[in-house]
């Protein structure tokens, strides 16, 4: 067992920078382990690599459990956050009848009166609205002319979404991943309480744009924070942990309790507020550390990891000698720009492609889940089924994938949720029996479809680049997925005013990811590519001397 672990971790590398190509040779392999003896009692060997030194840190161990229980269930609030306009943008039932006693109720609420828009006024002055559900329609009267700006608002939240993703990479790799995390989850916390005690919906709007700021760049941090603690072998492991859907299946359940979009982002404020105590409770990433030069510091990390884990210390020896090395491949990463991205036809028809696939599926993700509220029935149980149809989409993915290739996985996804769009629009025209339900099965399922899709895409497009390349590459189409969540709340006002058309475009919308993968080559079963141009580095090697 100990032999092929070892084996494992004699295949890592280091890299240096030569003539715009990677050399890679292999690190010394430490002596063999001691056989027979459980992992956190047996005698250190010396660590000669990073991936040597996390797997004596714990295989995993308590520290790493705990570590990666809490960031990940941080997605939960997280979930909640970003797609609280599916919720709390709702237009509860209201009327129109000129004036009314708040406290006996509304006695000129007839269907004459109910939702009606008086001529010649951009709205009504005096609206009852149902004291059941409090959202920021019924906060602010956003109904008649100003009903667009539930859309506008979400919009602007998205694009909140999107700057965080950007911004907290940038914030991540600079100061440290704890440091990028703890800040989101500070802005989220503030923000959410000052959204609660908004006097206006621009008020609400701004607080929403930072709320958004700090969901998007927490899902980007969050990951590499927990992955970076353990082995290659759990990192998958780690990403499939479900909590964004878990979070969904939830929202609909607290906001059913809770029904008050004031009080909800207090509810999330106080979620957040003790988890900015633990701040100082887990070390920075030590990778992270190492990259910079911070020997000192990543000493520091590594006691208190052993000291929760309760192993012995590692034979530290060579650890300058690994932190040169990370240095070295930070180095060699900074070399590549977005610009790699496009400098080869080949190249710009790989970018299109995914750009379009992850624009689109985005369009529809979101325009799927924030229109659950237009959906028949309770907007809670719709909001919680949506989170239900996601719970699938890993166990498939994983047979699927290697079985019938990324390739004909994301086709028949595709295919399947275009159909069933399309349906929605031919029964809402031909106005059949029964249409509300037959299109909330539809709009599930097509819900389920594109999250699927999108799934197998992702790893499409993570194999398709080379490593050096491969976070650029990952990045560009998060950019352009989050372009495609802007547009997305204006696909759900069109569904407001009748289902034809929206659902008519997203089918249309849609059915191009169905052809755009078979444009591309399938990577199943095909190693990754490490080297940026292997032609490029073949010539460079040919025409300079390669420094040995």
């Not at 129109?96 to 109720?105: H, K, Q």
């Not at 309790?257 to 106080?270: E, G, L, N, Q, T």
């Not at 988890?275 to 100082?280: E, G, K, M, Q, V």
């Not at 000291?307 to 070399?335: C, F, G, R, W, Y």
């Amino acid at each position: 067992m100990y032999d092929n672990a070892r084996q494992h971790r004699s295949a890592t590398v280091t890299a240096s920078i030569q003539n715009n190509a990677v050399t890679l040779s292999p690190l010394p392999m430490a002596p063999p382990e001691p056989l027979g003896a459980e992992l956190r009692f047996h005698t250190m060997s010396a660590v000669h690599s990073l991936e040597d030194l996390i797997e004596q840190l714990g295989n995993p161990g308590r520290f790493q459990v705990v570590l990666i229980l809490m960031l990940q269930m941080q997605e939960i609030p997280v979930a909640w956050a970003t797609l609280m306009m599916s919720v709390f943008a709702k237009v509860p039932d209201w009327w129109c009848p000129g004036a009314f006693n708040a406290t006996t109720g509304c006695f000129d609420c007839t269907n004459e009166t109910y939702q009606y828009c008086p001529a010649n006024q951009t709205t009504c002055d005096y609206p009852y609205f149902d004291p059941q559900m409090a959202t920021v329609v019924s906060e602010w009267n956003l109904i008649c002319d100003s009903e667009a700006v539930t859309a506008t608002m979400t919009s602007i939240q998205m694009a909140g979404n999107l700057v965080g993703a950007i911004v907290s990479g940038q914030i991540s790799d600079a100061f440290g991943r704890k440091v990028a995390l703890y800040l989101c989850l500070l802005i989220l916390t503030v923000f959410c309480t000052v959204a609660g005690f908004a006097t206006s919906w621009q008020m609400f709007t701004v607080c929403s744009f930072f709320i958004g700021i700090a969901c998007g760049g927490y899902l980007v941090t969050c990951y590499p924070q927990s992955v970076e603690f353990v082995r290659a072998r759990w990192r998958t492991t780690v990403g499939a942990f479900p909590f964004w859907t878990l979070g969904l299946v939830l929202f609909g359940f607290v906001a059913w309790i809770i029904h008050d979009v004031r009080h909800f982002c207090f509810f999330i404020a106080a979620i957040e507020a003790p988890i900015l105590l633990t701040y100082r409770l887990f070390p920075e990433s030590i990778r992270w550390q190492l990259s910079r030069g911070r020997v000192h510091d990543a000493k520091r990390s590594i006691n208190r990891i052993i000291k929760m884990n309760q192993i012995q210390t590692p034979d530290l020896s060579q650890l300058q000698m690994i932190a040169e090395h990370e240095q070295t491949l930070l180095a060699l990463q900074k070399k590549y720009t977005f610009i790699h991205l496009f400098n080869s036809k080949e190249k710009i028809k790989t970018a299109a492609v995914f750009h379009a696939m992850w624009f689109i599926s985005s369009v529809m993700y979101y325009g799927l889940s924030l229109g659950a509220r237009t959906w028949v029935g309770s907007v809670y149980l719709n909001i919680t089924l949506t989170g239900l149809t996601g719970l699938p989409r890993i166990p498939i993915v994983i047979y699927l994938n290697d079985r019938i290739g990324r390739r004909w996985t994301s086709f028949c996804f595709y295919l399947l949720c275009s159909v069933a769009c399309f349906t929605v629009a031919a029964c809402s025209a031909a106005d059949l029996a029964g249409l509300p339900t037959i299109n909330f099965s539809l709009a599930l399922t097509a819900q389920m479809s594109v999250t699927v899709a999108w799934a197998a895409m992702k790893v499409f497009t993570a194999e398709h680049y080379p490593t050096v390349i491969r976070t650029l590459g990952l990045s560009a189409c998060n950019i352009a997925a989050g372009l495609g969540s802007i547009l997305a709340p204006y696909m759900v006002l069109m569904t407001e005013h009748g289902l034809v058309v929206p659902y008519a475009v997203m089918g249309i919308l849609i059915l191009t990811n169905v052809g755009l993968p078979f444009l591309l080559e399938e990577t199943a079963k095909k190693p990754l590519e490490d080297a940026y141009s292997r032609s490029q580095v073949e010539n460079c090697n040919q025409t300079t001397p390669t420094n040995t």
